[in-house]
């Protein structure tokens, strides 16, 4: 039932395909010290586009990510990934909306540190349970990257921005519809970061992948289709 | 079992110490359900293959010291042997002797005492080598009398009183009492013994009436009222499993090696809890990212809990090779020493099972954690 449901609503939407955000407020806390996260935010970003959202820290930027990426849930609002109402759905399918349609490339790669740089992507593809067809073929797309010759190599054997390449890498093998990136270049220097965030458009481009990327850093915006800013929870573009 | 199997590899000294902590306990548990099984078929293998299903012994009597203290007599017999569901009823001697064997070497012997041609009675088929019961002074004893270099046709004199009893018979197997060899001897030669009654001295006839208890077989498929007979022939009657605690230090062996069981298990199951608390807290991090990624509680759970079985089985089955290799090599010796499949069996579930239980309960935190702590931000 609810698969039919989501399939309709997916081919209904073609034209709403990506994300987007309606009046999407978030208030953390509880009793006194209550904190707005988020206040009022309006968001499209269509497949296909880099956006890049900046602000200063503890201006919520994490928590548009959180809420886009389905793992905390508005205090009001509506969020539509490819036209599916996200917050309609319960806790077990929003984790496998999570595994299927949205990617996470978080601070540092955050990688696995059981597993070599081709076990990231499979992993990944297996906690989707994606089983050959619909997946991107996890050593073309190392190769891709620019990883294919480190492939067997675990995170602890790998340079910063290498381990963000394969964290981008296994953020994709799953072609998810939503790219959630999180502070990608906090850990790289200067040269490294240009080539990660290159990487990130390029893919987006490439995949029409709708792709909403925080940072910091505003060196590497020029990469960026769309940069918006946030602060006290509020957007402006 | 996807990210099981490679942080299996991984973290493969952590997972080997504690691998290795989970054998040894494997290896301690084989030895003492073999030490466990030894003593129990020292101090009552010779009861357990009797076809019995109870003893009546003399009213009143204490069950640590019934077969030393108690008596009974004929008409008590005669009161059981008509009572509803019995099917067998018999005097039963018993009495532990010391003795001298053919080349003045001590012998210690558990007579049985048992009237010829009786339900108790060792019969042709139990017997491996010579006759059943024959001759007043003939005895059957248990194989591992051979162990004494006793044999066939040897003669063992009774100490202070000087009966000579001559092996004529020699039973399947183990038959032991109190760790001491069963000799299975004719009714009126066991009274006279038990009575203290020197070789070929008078006796008073009245010692030919009584033993130590009565031997009793239910009739198939029926239970015997102990309540009743006991009323009617003045005894106290136990089950034969009951009369085990009557053989000389059984109680209080298998009580202390159970205990020292016991504790073994529960020490198991908490060192591998412990474990997988720790490993859990450790990847913390990790099973957000996971989390985040999309993986359900139930993919996650499912993964501990497969890594925690094959850790405990490796590590079970290794240490419980090495413990029965030991055990080998202590068969051969004096030792009371018997590894028996079923106990060894129902240990290593035990080990498995509770170790399990103890990695459930760790790994239960898998579900609280939260997949936004995978966000950097959020820390």
């Given at each position: 039932?609810?698969?039919?449901?989501?399939?309709?609503?997916?081919?209904?939407?073609?034209?709403?395909?990506?994300?987007?955000?309606?009046?999407?407020?978030?208030?953390?806390?509880?009793?006194?010290?209550?904190?707005?996260?988020?206040?009022?935010?309006?968001?499209?970003?269509?497949?296909?586009?880099?956006?890049?959202v900046?602000?200063?820290?503890?201006?919520?930027?994490?928590?548009?990510?959180?809420?886009?990426?389905?793992?905390?849930?508005?205090?009001?609002?509506?969020?539509?990934?490819?036209?599916?109402?996200?917050?309609?759905?319960k806790?077990?399918?929003?984790?496998?909306?999570r595994?299927?349609?949205i990617g996470?490339?978080?601070?540092?790669?955050?990688?696995?540190?059981?597993?070599?740089?081709?076990?990231?992507?499979r992993?990944?593809?297996?906690?989707?349970?994606?089983?050959?067809?619909?997946?991107?073929?996890?050593?073309?797309?190392?190769?891709?990257?620019?990883?294919?010759?480190?492939?067997?190599?675990?995170?602890?054997?790998?340079?910063?921005?290498?381990?963000?390449?394969?964290?981008?890498?296994?953020?994709?093998?799953?072609?998810?519809?939503?790219?959630?990136?999180?502070?990608?270049?906090?850990?790289l220097?200067?040269?490294?970061?240009?080539?990660?965030?290159?990487?990130l458009?390029?893919?987006?481009?490439?995949?029409?992948?709708?792709?909403?990327?925080?940072?910091?850093d505003?060196?590497?915006?020029?990469?960026?289709?769309?940069?918006?800013?946030?602060?006290?929870?509020?957007?402006?573009? | 079992?996807?990210?099981a199997?490679?942080?299996?590899?991984?973290?493969?000294a952590?997972?080997?110490?504690?691998?290795?902590?989970?054998?040894?306990?494997?290896?301690?548990?084989?030895?003492?359900?073999?030490?466990?099984?030894?003593?129990?078929?020292?101090?009552?293998?010779g009861?357990?293959?009797l076809p019995?299903?109870a003893?009546?012994?003399?009213?009143?009597?204490?069950?640590?010291?019934?077969?030393?203290?108690?008596?009974?007599?004929?008409?008590?017999?005669?009161?059981?042997?008509?009572?509803?569901?019995?099917?067998?009823?018999?005097?039963?001697?018993?009495?532990?002797?010391?003795?001298?064997?053919?080349?003045?070497?001590?012998?210690?012997?558990?007579?049985?005492?048992?009237?010829?041609?009786?339900?108790?009675?060792?019969?042709?088929e139990?017997?491996?080598?010579?006759?059943?019961?024959?001759?007043?002074?003939?005895?059957?004893?248990?194989?591992?009398?051979?162990?004494?270099?006793?044999?066939?046709?040897?003669?063992?004199?009774?100490?202070?009183?000087?009966?000579?009893?001559?092996?004529?018979?020699?039973?399947?197997?183990?038959?032991?009492?109190?760790?001491?060899?069963?000799a299975?001897?004719?009714?009126?030669?066991?009274?006279?013994?038990?009575?203290?009654?020197?070789?070929?001295?008078?006796?008073?006839?009245?010692?030919?009436?009584?033993?130590?208890?009565?031997?009793?077989?239910?009739?198939?498929?029926?239970?015997?009222?102990?309540?009743?007979?006991?009323?009617?022939?003045?005894?106290?009657?136990?089950?034969?499993?009951?009369s085990?605690?009557?053989?000389?230090?059984?109680?209080?062996?298998t009580?202390t090696?159970?205990?020292?069981?016991?504790?073994?298990?529960?020490?198991?199951?908490?060192?591998?809890?412990?474990?997988?608390?720790?490993?859990?807290?450790?990847?913390?991090?990790e099973?957000?990212?996971?989390?985040?990624?999309?993986?359900?509680?139930?993919?996650?759970?499912?993964?501990?809990l497969?890594?925690?079985?094959?850790?405990?089985?490796?590590?079970?089955?290794?240490?419980?090779?090495?413990?029965?290799?030991?055990?080998?090599l202590?068969?051969?010796?004096?030792?009371?020493?018997?590894?028996?499949?079923?106990?060894?069996?129902?240990?290593?579930v035990?080990?498995?099972?509770?170790?399990?239980?103890?990695?459930?309960?760790?790994?239960?935190?898998i579900a609280?954690?939260?997949?936004?702590?995978?966000?950097?931000?959020?820390?």
């Open positions: 039932m609810t698969n039919t449901a989501e399939q309709l609503a997916g081919r209904a939407s073609r034209t709403t395909e990506g994300l987007a955000l309606e009046h999407v407020s978030l208030t953390l806390g509880d009793g006194d010290s209550t904190v707005t996260a988020l206040d009022d935010v309006d968001l499209t970003v269509p497949r296909g586009e880099l956006l890049a900046v602000g200063p820290s503890g201006s919520g930027k994490s928590s548009l990510l959180a809420v886009a990426g389905a793992l905390i849930a508005p205090t009001s609002g509506a969020v539509h990934l490819d036209g599916v109402d996200v917050l309609a759905l806790g077990g399918r929003q984790a496998a909306l595994r299927e349609r996470f490339v978080f601070q540092s790669g955050n990688l696995l540190p059981a597993l070599t740089a081709m076990d990231q992507l992993f990944a593809l297996h906690v989707a349970g994606v089983r050959g067809t619909p997946g991107r073929d996890p050593r073309d797309l190392l190769e891709q990257v620019g990883m294919g010759h480190k492939a067997g190599r675990r995170p602890h054997e790998l340079s910063g921005g290498e381990r963000q390449r394969v964290g981008i890498a296994r953020a994709l093998v799953t072609t998810p519809g939503l790219l959630l990136v999180d502070e990608p270049t906090a850990a220097d200067r040269a490294r970061s240009h080539e990660v965030v290159e990487l458009a390029a893919e987006t481009h490439e995949h029409g992948v709708a792709t909403v990327m925080v940072t910091h505003h060196d590497v915006l020029e990469h960026c289709d769309r940069v918006v800013e946030m602060e006290d929870g509020r957007l402006s573009a | 079992m996807f990210l199997w490679r942080e299996l590899w991984f973290a493969r952590r997972f080997g110490l504690m691998g290795g902590v989970v054998a040894l306990i494997a290896v301690l548990v084989v030895m003492l359900s073999g030490l466990s099984s030894g003593l129990v078929n020292d101090g009552v293998s009861l357990k293959k019995v299903s003893f009546a012994f003399g009213e009143d009597t204490a069950i640590d010291s019934a077969f030393s203290r108690s008596t009974v007599d004929r008409d008590q017999l005669a009161q059981w042997a008509d009572q509803d569901g019995v099917a067998e009823a018999a005097l039963f001697g018993n009495q532990l002797v010391n003795g001298e064997g053919p080349h003045d070497e001590p012998v210690d012997l558990a007579l049985f005492g048992v009237e010829a041609g009786s339900f108790v009675a060792p019969s042709a139990d017997v491996i080598e010579g006759t059943a019961l024959s001759g007043e002074n003939g005895i059957v004893v248990s194989e591992t009398v051979t162990d004494l270099g006793l044999g066939l046709g040897d003669t063992v004199t009774i100490d202070r009183l000087g009966t000579e009893l001559t092996v004529v018979g020699i039973l399947d197997g183990q038959h032991t009492f109190g760790h001491v060899d069963v299975y001897v004719p009714m009126g030669t066991w009274q006279e013994i038990h009575a203290g009654i020197p070789e070929g001295a008078e006796a008073r006839p009245e010692i030919y009436d009584g033993a130590t208890a009565i031997a009793l077989a239910s009739a198939s498929g029926e239970d015997i009222d102990r309540a009743a007979g006991d009323a009617a022939a003045a005894t106290t009657t136990v089950s034969l499993e009951e085990f605690d009557g053989s000389p230090g059984y109680a209080a062996e009580l090696l159970e205990l020292i069981q016991v504790f073994l298990y529960a020490i198991s199951a908490l060192v591998v809890g412990a474990f997988f608390m720790v490993w859990t807290i450790q990847r913390k991090h099973i957000a990212v996971a989390r985040a990624m999309g993986a359900s509680t139930g993919y996650l759970v499912r993964d501990a497969g890594q925690a079985a094959v850790v405990l089985v490796v590590s079970t089955v290794a240490g419980m090779g090495v413990g029965v290799g030991f055990g080998a202590l068969s051969s010796s004096p030792m009371p020493f018997a590894l028996e499949a079923a106990p060894l069996a129902a240990a290593a035990l080990l498995i099972g509770l170790g399990l239980v103890g990695a459930a309960a760790s790994v239960g935190r609280r954690v939260d997949p936004l702590t995978a966000l950097g931000g959020q820390r």
